[in-house]
């Protein structure tokens, strides 16, 4: 009788971690969209004040260029699928080869997310596409 109520707390403990590692991962994913938001909102305000594109993301920080200092972002915020800050630049690059600006960021993540954005191919997705 012991052994069966071990087994049955075993099996129990594997499900209730199997869901665990689920939530972790959407809170993750969640958070990864909120972030990526954030830094292009952010670009898009530097734009529009700037009429040019950020050189990186730095410059989103602090933005002392006006007489009043502009913060577009608060801190640039580490992506929660790498835990660093090593978001994947697209960078516009003219004819010569110089470079313009950041014109949107995305995860370095490989991984396969759970949830599949609206407009995007589900088999093929993973959080580099997002």
Known sequence: ?????????????????ELWTTQI???????????????????VRYRADH???PKELKDLLDDRTQLQTRRYLRR??????TGKVDWSLKL??????????IEDVHSTSAGK??????????????????
């Open 51 to 53: 009429n040019r594109l």
């Open 92 to 101: 516009v690059v003219d004819r010569a080869g110089v470079v313009s600006g």
């Open 25 to 43: 991962k959407r809170d993750k994913e969640e958070e990864l969209l909120f972030r990526l938001g954030e830094i292009r909102r952010a670009i």
């Open 1 to 17: 009788m012991l052994l069966g109520a071990i087994l049955i707390i075993g099996i129990a403990t594997a499900g209730v971690a």
């Open 113 to 130: 997310p759970l949830k599949s954005l609206p407009g995007k191919n589900a088999a093929s997705s993973t959080y580099k596409d997002w």
């Open 76 to 81: 640039l915020y580490p992506d929660p699928m």
